[in-house]
């Protein structure tokens, strides 16, 4: 049975909100980012139970940055990644006590992307038949895997193990045969922008030198 639209994975939502957050040179707007970021948590949620370790995770992270932007008093300090860093670092907030700092939020989201365009790529590159479970291992294994402990690694790692084929896994996330065609279609580009929005707060963050927030 197919899914009704607001409950498919669109793929294009993805791309169209992370090209539109693109700023500046060097900058991403945090609307578009967490827009993005909500189509994409909704792929692990259609997914069911392997990933509700990522889901439940990143949607509380989501929550924190939102909350921000719906501050009216504050919000205008977190339209940008970058305006939202240096904020909080010129007011003392990075390390504040009692204070949930949203680089540091945002830090886990961008380390939970990562894994996502990695195990997206790598499913685009297999035949229908072919098992999900071991590309998305290595693409857990690469990025999330080194900041999790070791219960939540093995527990994903096992979960991984009951992952289906690419073509029973697209048709769980996208509906029909008309939406897995228009998700593979739109993956390249879908990609691009997101290797786009990741590679610039990975700047943002190596420049600023907040890699290792706690």
Do not use: W
């Amino acid at each position: 049975m197919a899914l009704e639209n607001s409950e498919k994975f669109d793929l294009k939502v993805v791309e169209e909100n992370f090209s539109s957050a693109l700023c500046e040179e060097d900058d991403v707007q945090l609307q578009g980012y967490l827009n993005s970021y909500e189509e994409l948590n909704k792929f692990f949620t259609l997914m069911g139970t392997v990933f509700g370790f990522v889901s439940k995770d990143l949607k509380s992270k989501m929550d924190v940055l939102a909350e921000f932007l719906a501050n009216e008093k504050i919000s205008d300090n977190f339209v940008t990644v970058k305006k939202m860093i240096e904020y909080e670092r010129d007011n003392q907030l990075l390390h504040k006590k009692g204070y949930t700092s949203g680089s540091r939020t945002l830090l886990r989201l961008h380390r939970g992307l990562d894994f996502i365009r990695e195990f997206l790529k790598n499913v685009g590159e297999l035949k229908d038949e072919e098992n999900t479970g071991g590309v998305c291992r290595e693409a857990y294994d690469r990025t999330l895997a080194k900041h999790h402990p070791y219960m939540i690694r093995k527990g994903a790692q096992i979960a991984m193990y009951t992952l289906p084929t690419r073509e029973q896994l697209l048709k769980k996330v996208c509906g029909d045969e008309i939406g897995v065609k228009e998700a593979l279609e739109t993956l390249p580009k879908t990609l691009d922008a997101t290797d786009a929005v990741y590679t610039r707060i990975e700047a943002l963050y190596t420049n600023y030198d907040l890699h290792a927030l706690p």
